[in-house]
């Protein structure tokens, strides 16, 4: 730091400064307070956004209780197009695959349910679209699409799950030994939810776990 040998010196220096610099630093500062009040609108029209979005997803979700599935693919829409950077687009997304599955159109379900796998902040429900779809590929007949699938996707907290439908998908395929091990495994990884008793017919219907030998 220069050292002034007076105080009027040290006076002119910061009169020089300012003559220098204070547009620039008058022009930061309205800069900065610019910046903090648009940081706090985005973040009220973002709440905002959100509010409205979960309003929306509230009524559509009472209208899938209800069947009015009509209703439910124009709001579920209109959640998407307006609301697309918010958890209630995929939610929506699952909600109208739903619809989709229960009229018997497969391709729109299909669809759908990509939406929900497209996005990265809800991993789980990430992971529930993909066995919904990998279900749905099998049940429209594409079992070797739907273990593909299957095996693409990150297992987490559904492994008894992910099991017993790739057992589900290996007995379409004719593959009654690898059936048997994924069955195997479901019951060895058994969590809530999942049907023990369900799980044992179908290891018993492909032979049953001393067939593994």
């Not at 379900?109 to 497209?118: E, G, N």
């Not at 907290?157 to 495994?185: H, K, P, S, T």
């Amino acid at each position: 730091m220069e050292v002034y040998e007076s105080e009027q010196e040290q006076i002119d220096a910061i009169k020089k400064w300012w003559k220098e610099n204070g547009k620039a630093v008058i022009i930061g500062a309205i800069l900065g307070f610019g910046s903090l009040i648009g940081w706090q609108q985005w973040q009220a029209n973002t709440q905002a956004q959100r509010e409205s979005a979960s309003l929306e997803y509230d009524v559509l979700l009472a209208d899938l209780e209800n069947k009015k599935y009509q209703q439910v693919k124009d709001r579920g829409a209109r959640i998407l197009s307006n609301y697309q950077d918010t958890s209630y687009a995929p939610l929506s997304a699952m909600s109208l695959a739903k619809v989709y599955v229960e009229e018997g159109d497969f391709a729109s379900a299909k669809t759908y349910l990509q939406v929900a796998m497209d996005q990265d902040d809800q991993p789980q429900l990430k992971q529930i679209a993909q066995l919904r779809l990998a279900r749905l590929l099998l049940a429209d007949g594409d079992a070797t699409q739907a273990l593909s699938q299957l095996k693409a996707m990150k297992v987490g907290g559904f492994a008894a799950v992910v099991n017993e439908l790739e057992g589900d998908i290996q007995v379409a395929l004719g593959n009654r030994a690898q059936a048997r091990i994924a069955y195997q495994q479901a019951l060895d990884t058994i969590e809530a939810g999942v049907d023990a008793a369900l799980l044992q017919m179908k290891l018993d219907d492909v032979g049953g776990p001393e067939a593994d030998s």
